[in-house]
Structure formats: C-alpha cells, structure tokens
C-alpha cells in the first residue's frame, strides 16, 4: 500500500468516526430533557447561535422561532 492509499484510507475512518460522533451528539441533543442553546451577547443584544431541535418537543416553539431575537426578549420577559 503506498502512502496516498494509506492517508486515503485514515482519512475515509476518520470521516466514519466523525459521522458516528454527529450521529450520537444529535441523538443526545434530540432527547435530552433541555433545551440547549448558545447565545451570543454583543452590545446588549443576545443572538442565538444554536438552539437545540427539542426545543419544539419541550416548549411548542420551532427552532426558527426561537432564533428571533425579539423571541428572547419576549421570553424572558414572560418569566418576571
């Protein structure tokens, strides 16, 4: 086996780890009893950078929803 069949082969394993991983972290994320997010604050205004697909399961609220700013705005508000 010469060299580029060798780091053909390393790289096709280590694109079936990769898939196996996404594959668990999506599974994790999916049924997990919360929603996870990422927000990003940036001069007093928060951007969801990633909100977790339960989110419709657990609260009614697609995730497209939910990556409105003015979402969570109103959400927080709803709690006080």
């Known amino acids: 086996m010469d060299k ?3 780091k053909n082969l390393a790289l096709e394993q280590t694109n079936a780890e990769l898939s ?4 668990q972290l999506a599974h994790l994320l ?3 009893p919360a929603v996870i997010c990422s927000l990003k604050v940036e001069g007093g205004r928060v ?3 990633f909100i977790s697909e ?3 399961h657990l609260l009614g609220f697609t ?3 939910s990556c409105d700013r003015d ?10």
């Open 30 to 32: 999916n049924h997990s």
């Open 47 to 49: 951007s969801p950078q």
């Open 71 to 80: 979402w969570w705005r109103a959400s927080s508000s709803r709690g006080s």
């Open 54 to 56: 339960n989110i419709t």
């Open 63 to 65: 995730v497209e929803e």
């Open 20 to 23: 196996a991983t996404r594959f």
């Open 4 to 6: 580029l069949e060798e």
